[in-house]
């Protein structure tokens, strides 16, 4: 399957702070890539669907101006949490939507908290 | 809409014993239906997905699952588990033939020896 990589890891920032996360699809150009974000033992929420060369489509709840997508290449997706506060500390993991139906490869993940 | 319920947040099981995480959807459409699993420090990754045809689908690595419809249920099974089973499983559900999941809570399988 597709190897898609996520970076930073982890990453710690102060409130009010912004912080970028990177998403690459390693071996495979992505024209979708998914950003999910998942509180401590919680499922994944779904909350935007980005894709190359266009906006991305935000599901309802989350703030489009808070979470900044860009997916500005076939192998690259960025989310940039701005004004990051405690409350959006979570664990943030991207997929791509691969070639199967409906079959995703999903990143390791980015754990942010935010002091 | 769609959702997902996995009935069990942890199970814990011993080695070579059978294991069944327990997985139900609602949906107003037809369905696609997945596990995923993700073992420590790394990304989900499918395990075996339900899209037609035959109700039982199975993994490379011993685990199946079957689709039953009159009971909104996708529940996962393995007759003989491993140490190395140990991991979180998520079921999840898609309404379109592309497109976006929801996932259940997720289930700790933990094998002890």
């Known amino acids: 399957g597709a190897v898609v990589s996520q970076h930073p890891s982890w990453v710690i920032c102060k409130s009010g702070t912004s912080v970028k996360i990177e998403c690459r699809s390693l071996d495979f150009q992505a024209t979708t890539m998914f950003w999910y974000r998942q509180f401590p033992k919680q499922s994944l929420m779904l909350m935007a669907t980005?894709?190359?060369?266009?906006?991305?489509?935000?599901e309802q709840g989350v703030e489009k101006d808070k979470f900044l997508i860009n997916h500005a290449s076939l192998t690259l997706s960025t989310l940039t949490v701005t004004s990051a506060h405690p409350e959006d500390s979570s664990f943030y993991i991207c997929?791509?939507?691969?070639?199967?139906?409906?079959?995703?490869?999903f990143g390791p993940g980015t754990r942010l908290t935010v002091l | 809409a769609q959702s997902v319920t996995q009935l069990d947040s942890q199970v814990p099981v011993f080695e070579e014993a059978p294991v069944e995480l327990r997985c139900n959807y609602s949906?107003?459409?037809?369905?696609?239906l997945f596990w995923y699993v993700q073992y420590p420090n790394q990304g989900l990754q499918l395990l075996l997905k339900?899209?037609?045809?035959?109700?039982l689908v199975e993994s490379i690595n011993g685990f199946e699952a079957e689709f039953n419809k009159s009971q909104t249920s996708f529940h996962l099974r393995k007759p003989s588990v491993h140490i190395s089973d140990t991991a979180e499983y998520f079921c999840?559900?898609?309404?379109?033939?592309?497109?976006?999941?929801?996932f259940g809570q997720g289930t700790i399988l933990t094998v002890h020896p």
């Open positions: 999840a559900v898609s309404g379109t033939s592309y497109g976006k999941l929801t």
């Open positions: 997929s791509e939507g691969g070639t199967g139906i409906n079959e995703q490869f």
């Open positions: 339900y899209l037609s045809g035959s109700t």
């Open positions: 949906s107003s459409v037809s369905v696609y």
């Open positions: 980005s894709n190359e060369g266009s906006k991305a489509t935000y």
